[in-house]
Every structure is written in C-alpha cells, then in structure tokens.
C-alpha cells in the first residue's frame, strides 16, 4: 500500500446523498485509477487519468464523477444516481509511457456502505 | 473478448501441503500476466508477474506461477502453504490501448478465497 493513501477507511451514507473519496499518491505517477470491488466479481474499472484536468470512463462510470487538478490527488465522488454504490473502493496509480507495461500500485481501499 | 477466469471460488488446503489456485486468460497477442493478493479489509498487493521469458516466474512469499501459453493458463503455486498465505487471490492481464498516448487497462479474475488449515 505504500505511496497511495486513501480516506475515509469506512464510509456510510444515506440514499440520495452525494459522497466523495479521497486518493493521494507520492509515488509522482501519472496515471491514476479508480476500481469498484464486489463480492465474486473482482475488480471492475470506474474512471481513470493520465494527466492532470483529463480522465476517461472505465467499464462502469455511471453514477460515479471525478477530477484531477493535481497530479497527486484523484477524488471520486459517487452521486445519487449511482444505484447500488456498496462496495469496496480502490485506487491506483502507474507510471506512463510508450512501453507495453506499466505496473499498478494499490491503496489501502474505502468501503462505502450505503444506509 | 479479453478476459480472465478463476475457476474455483475457493481452495482449501492443510498447512505444509503444496497449493495451486488455477487463473486461465484469453487475449490478444502476448499477454502480460499478473497474480495480487488480498487480506480482509486491505488493497491489492504484488506477488508476481509474467512478462516475457521464463515460463516459471518466482514472486513474493516463496509463491511462484507457471505460464503456459499452449494451454492459456497462469496458475499460482506455492510447494507448503501457511496459514498466513489464507486471503484472496486475483489473477490479472495487462491490456496495452494505444489511444490516448498509451494506457494500461488491467483485466481481473474474480478471484479465488485460499483457506490455509493448521
């Protein structure tokens, strides 16, 4: 986990509110990324970031906004509209580059339940 | 489509015996093979990866995975299981897009419980 932090730990939140977590990374990356895990089915891609005031959807975005002004930090806000948001929440980050690979950091994780 | 499958939901084994959790993909060209794993309440950490090269590639913990390109399997080995090594386990392989300067989209297993008994 080290390099990523991500907070609040545990999150709850009622239906109809919108709600925002938070990553922070050191490791001076690049590209950012947000994952959403459920119970047997891994994790899947919500939103991700290659430059600061640019990010591209993922797999499953709907229901979930977010923003880079820095290139530390990558929040996600999971709005209302989002229909089942409780789950896991995990973000990476990974350099950038011509190269076939670049490797994935994780953090530490928020689990969002939603009351 | 690319995609990654675990197989077993869970694999249970005694301590000090040998453990296999079994990880199958389907891409593209060459693929860029990962194994994660994960302890309750926790983010993904690296055990291993599979670039190019060796078929066998030795990672952290004393795990290893053996690629088989013939039979488009990954799967993870350890020769005595602890405990310890009791979390869940992802398999992964690395997209390469090259839109947008290059991106990196890793595709996930669903992972597979390990459940190490004394």
């Known amino acids: 986990d080290g390099g990523i932090t991500q907070s609040p730990k545990y999150l709850f939140r009622k239906e109809g509110q919108n709600v925002t977590l938070s990553c922070e990374q050191n490791?001076?990356?690049?590209?950012m990324y947000w994952y959403r895990q459920d119970p047997g089915q891994g994790l899947r891609l919500i939103y991700y970031?290659?430059?600061?005031?640019?990010?591209q959807k993922g797999d499953i975005a709907e229901g979930y906004s977010v923003s880079r002004e820095k290139k530390e930090s990558f929040p996600l806000t999971v709005t209302s509209a989002q229909k089942n948001p409780t789950a896991f929440y995990l973000c990476?980050?990974?350099?950038?580059?011509?190269?076939?690979?670049?490797?994935?950091?994780f953090g530490p994780g928020t689990r969002l339940t939603v009351l | 489509a690319q995609s990654v499958a675990q197989p077993e939901d869970q694999v249970n084994v005694a301590e000090g015996n040998p453990l296999t959790v079994k990880c199958t993909y389907s891409v593209s060209g060459n693929p860029y093979l990962f194994w994660y794993v994960q302890y309750p309440n926790r983010g993904l950490q690296f055990l291993l990866k599979?670039?190019?090269?060796?078929?066998l590639v030795k990672g952290s913990y004393g795990f290893e995975a053996e690629f088989n390109k013939s039979q488009t399997s990954f799967h993870l080995k350890k020769p005595s299981a602890l405990v310890s090594d009791s979390a869940l386990y992802f398999c992964a392989v690395n997209l390469f897009l090259m839109f947008s300067g290059g991106y990196n989209k890793l595709i996930f297993g669903a992972g597979t419980r390990l459940a190490v008994h004394p």
């Open positions: 970031s290659q430059i600061v005031n640019d990010f």
């Open positions: 990476a980050s990974s350099t950038i580059g011509t190269g076939r690979y670049n490797e994935q950091f």
């Open positions: 490791l001076n990356h690049d590209a």
């Open positions: 599979y670039i190019t090269g060796d078929n």
